[in-house]
């Protein structure tokens, strides 16, 4: 551990976004190191201050996306940069906590009368993957790849699902809940600009319908066929597929061919 390294990490340190082992080892370089505690110190200080002292606005859903995609459209460096401001290594991959307050574009989705529009699993899907492109969401801790799905499977007791995909540069992992039922989402960048969203929840849950579920349509297409996949307005692609005793749900803005040869693809 040397100065430089610390330098790099302690943005991430300070919003507790690396995982314990590595936050104590470099805790442990600032104990010994007077010159990157001072930095440490004045960091953490600094946020305190923004914290306390600044009151966060809400603006309209249009105006927030239209920053967002005009901030995401510059330049060339990859997501995770332009949405954290870091470099990562391919290998590494994050583990985020979903932080979902803003609007929607709207979107079409296929309606089922009897379910509230926010427990369809549909909309729930597109909703957050539209918070993963907007960039609404905080990586909680960096880790690897196998970390992320220990991680997620930890919590959940259905199997997670983190498929190997051909050219993907970075995964990432969050784990949340939608009225106590619990939800893990996979997120892929491929290559500079592709995204897939993969929400994941309890099959037997899902088909039931109780807290989250699905339009009949849907649901009459899984049960005969294993899949459902539209192409939606809006430019997304939705594919529902039963894996173990898990519902996955990918979104993309890939055509459907594209999206199902990267989801069935076994390296
Ligand atoms: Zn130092």
Redesign the pocket.
């Given at each position: 551990?040397?100065?430089n390294e610390?330098?790099e990490c302690v943005c991430e340190i300070v919003d507790k976004r690396l995982n314990e082992e590595r936050t104590n080892e470099l805790l442990r370089?600032?104990d010994?190191?007077?010159?990157?505690?001072y930095?440490f110190q004045t960091m953490q200080a600094t946020k305190n201050i923004v914290h306390t002292k600044m009151k966060r606005q809400s603006v309209p859903a249009d105006v927030y996306y239209s920053i967002i995609n005009a901030t995401l459209n510059s330049g060339h460096s990859s997501w995770f940069k332009k949405l954290f401001g870091v470099n990562l290594n391919p290998a590494i991959a994050f583990v985020f906590l979903a932080v979902v307050g803003v609007g929607l574009y709207s979107v079409f989705v296929p309606q089922n009368n009897r379910m509230p529009e926010e427990a369809n699993i549909i909309s729930q899907s597109l909703k957050n993957y539209q918070a993963v492109i907007g960039g609404s969401i905080k990586p909680q801790l960096v880790s690897t790849e196998d970390d992320v799905h220990s991680f997620l499977e930890k919590d959940v007791s259905f199997e997670v699902n983190v498929p190997k995909m051909k050219g993907c540069s970075s995964c990432a992992g969050v784990l949340n809940s939608f009225k106590g039922v619990k939800l893990a989402h996979v997120v892929y960048q491929l290559g500079d600009k592709s995204i897939i969203y993969i929400y994941q929840a309890d099959l037997a849950e899902a088909m039931s319908g109780n807290i989250i579920g699905l339009p009949d349509e849907a649901k009459e297409e899984l049960i005969k066929t294993d899949w459902y996949v539209r192409e939606l307005e809006g430019n997304r692609t939705i594919v529902l597929w039963k894996y173990k005793n898990t519902l996955c749900s990918a979104v993309s803005e890939m055509k459907k061919d594209e999206m199902i040869a990267l989801l069935t693809d076994k390296e």
């Amino acid at each position: 551990m040397n100065c430089n390294e610390f330098n790099e990490c302690v943005c991430e340190i300070v919003d507790k976004r690396l995982n314990e082992e590595r936050t104590n080892e470099l805790l442990r370089h600032a104990d010994v190191c007077p010159h990157c505690k001072y930095e440490f110190q004045t960091m953490q200080a600094t946020k305190n201050i923004v914290h306390t002292k600044m009151k966060r606005q809400s603006v309209p859903a249009d105006v927030y996306y239209s920053i967002i995609n005009a901030t995401l459209n510059s330049g060339h460096s990859s997501w995770f940069k332009k949405l954290f401001g870091v470099n990562l290594n391919p290998a590494i991959a994050f583990v985020f906590l979903a932080v979902v307050g803003v609007g929607l574009y709207s979107v079409f989705v296929p309606q089922n009368n009897r379910m509230p529009e926010e427990a369809n699993i549909i909309s729930q899907s597109l909703k957050n993957y539209q918070a993963v492109i907007g960039g609404s969401i905080k990586p909680q801790l960096v880790s690897t790849e196998d970390d992320v799905h220990s991680f997620l499977e930890k919590d959940v007791s259905f199997e997670v699902n983190v498929p190997k995909m051909k050219g993907c540069s970075s995964c990432a992992g969050v784990l949340n809940s939608f009225k106590g039922v619990k939800l893990a989402h996979v997120v892929y960048q491929l290559g500079d600009k592709s995204i897939i969203y993969i929400y994941q929840a309890d099959l037997a849950e899902a088909m039931s319908g109780n807290i989250i579920g699905l339009p009949d349509e849907a649901k009459e297409e899984l049960i005969k066929t294993d899949w459902y996949v539209r192409e939606l307005e809006g430019n997304r692609t939705i594919v529902l597929w039963k894996y173990k005793n898990t519902l996955c749900s990918a979104v993309s803005e890939m055509k459907k061919d594209e999206m199902i040869a990267l989801l069935t693809d076994k390296e």
